[in-house]
């Protein structure tokens, strides 16, 4: 290593020192001050430092964000920021101060950053600051804060009828590397509450018949059809139940043997013979030379999710930002249903892959959401299928579809019967 190189190594080691203690400066102010403080005079302190650079009681902080922003790092400012949004719209949260949430949105003034200023740094500032009000970071953030406060979805840039679906967007934020330690916690347990909510709801809703309680779904008496509809694809299996005996049953294969047997589990089948063949091929075609030199070895688990997320991929997003060919195909020449029970199968098989599922559908989502809803019907229902199928085939509630007259049959009417599990 020439003298030139090691330097400059030195240089870059010290400037990344200084970036990491600047934040650690920052975060650790807003942590303390939003605990402490009211929240008007915490969003008074948030809007002195980050778009006038100016904290006349916080020397330090405001020190910290100067050599910030003289690092010339944008990347490392935006995280900074994001981060900091979400330390407040936590504490907020959870104190009860919600109401605070759109006056820190508001805080992001195209007027006020639009401002110049013979500073230097403050012009940077307020440009850095301008570019992250147009990224995808502060969509994330609205869309986080809209489930808080419902008038910032008017705001987002994505169709009105992707609303009922939003958890998919909240779970690619949780999966995100990109994501701060506060932006996964946040969205993790909004996550858990929409999930959990939605899944009481559908059990009430299903128990009686729609009368008399909320419809998660939003599709009334169509959602109620679909559910007897998924039980009665069902019938007596357990698919949590035959995911589990598929890992035993492989655990000790070969990589090569465990992708065979990964095709019998799938067991992708359609009316049309034809549309069978294509998928299968196409599957198939998406493993087969997928981490060959492994073949003769033993599977291990991350060869297990490195091949599911591959067919996940294969079946949704492969053609990023497009749909895939075969989720296309799937969509519009086969009965939906079976994309959806290869999906659940695909995602039963461990919790990496059911996350990597929920982010695939979120780029679907945001490939969709640029159409009308009647555009893209089908794409909808799909949705509608898999929302409802992870909540129907879950081990969280049992379903069972009853015959009202079994001993008469002539009487064909069913009824739905839910049932938490213990």
């Known amino acids: 290593?020439?003298?030139?190189t090691i330097v400059y190594w030195v240089e870059e080691r010290l400037r990344q020192g200084s970036?990491?203690?600047?934040?650690?400066?920052?975060?650790?102010y807003f942590l303390d001050v939003v605990k402490r403080a009211t929240p008007g005079r915490v969003l008074k302190d948030f809007q002195a430092l980050f778009l006038h650079l100016d904290l006349p009681h916080g020397h330090r902080v405001q020190q910290a964000l100067q050599d910030l922003v003289a690092s010339y790092n944008e990347q490392e400012f935006r995280y900074t920021l994001q981060r900091c949004c979400y330390i407040l719209v936590n504490n907020w949260t959870v104190s009860g101060h919600t109401d605070f949430i759109v006056p820190l949105i508001d805080v992001f003034s195209p007027s006020l950053l639009r401002k110049t200023s013979s500073s230097l740094k403050l012009n940077t500032l307020r440009t850095w600051v301008y570019n992250f009000v147009k990224s995808d970071a502060f969509e994330a953030l609205r869309l986080f804060c809209s489930h808080h406060v419902p008038e910032l979805f008017a705001e987002l840039h994505i169709a009105p009828w992707s609303k009922r679906f939003s958890v998919y967007f909240l779970a690619a934020q949780y999966?995100?590397?990109q994501s701060s330690?506060?932006?996964?916690q946040a969205?993790?347990?909004l996550i858990g509450t929409i999930k959990r909510e939605f899944r009481q709801n559908l059990a009430l809703f299903t128990a009686r018949q729609g009368e008399r309680a909320v419809d998660p779904t939003g599709l009334g008496s169509q959602a109620l059809d679909l559910v007897?509809?998924?039980l009665e694809r069902r019938g007596d299996r357990n698919y949590q139940a035959v995911a589990e005996r598929f890992l035993d049953h492989v655990s000790e294969l070969s990589f090569w043997d465990f992708k065979v047997e990964l095709m019998n589990y799938l067991d992708f089948a359609d009316d049309d013979p034809t549309l069978s063949e294509v998928a299968q091929t196409l599957m198939w075609s998406a493993i087969a030379d997928l981490q060959s030199g492994h073949h003769d070895r033993p599977v291990t688990a991350i060869l297990v999710i490195k091949t599911c997320k591959r067919l996940i991929s294969c079946l949704t997003t492969e053609e990023k930002p497009k749909p895939s060919e075969l989720f296309t195909t799937l969509l519009h020449q086969s009965d939906p249903l079976n994309?959806?029970?290869l999906l659940l199968k695909l995602a039963l098989l461990c919790t990496v892959t059911h996350t990597y599922l929920e982010s695939c559908l979120a780029e679907l989502l945001r490939y969709y959401s640029d159409f009308d809803e009647g555009q893209c019907g089908a794409f909808i229902q799909l949705m509608n299928l898999i929302t409802l199928a992870a909540n129907i085939y879950s081990d969280e509630t049992r379903y069972n579809l009853v015959a009202l007259d079994p001993f008469n049959s002539s009487v064909r009417e069913k009824r739905i019967f839910s049932q938490a599990r213990c």
């Open 187 to 189: 969205a993790a347990t």
């Open 228 to 230: 007897q509809q998924m």
């Open 181 to 184: 330690q506060e932006q996964r």
């Open 175 to 177: 999966s995100s590397a």
């Open 19 to 28: 970036v990491e203690q600047s934040q650690r400066i920052i975060y650790n």
């Open 1 to 4: 290593m020439s003298g030139s």
């Open 339 to 341: 994309l959806v029970v």
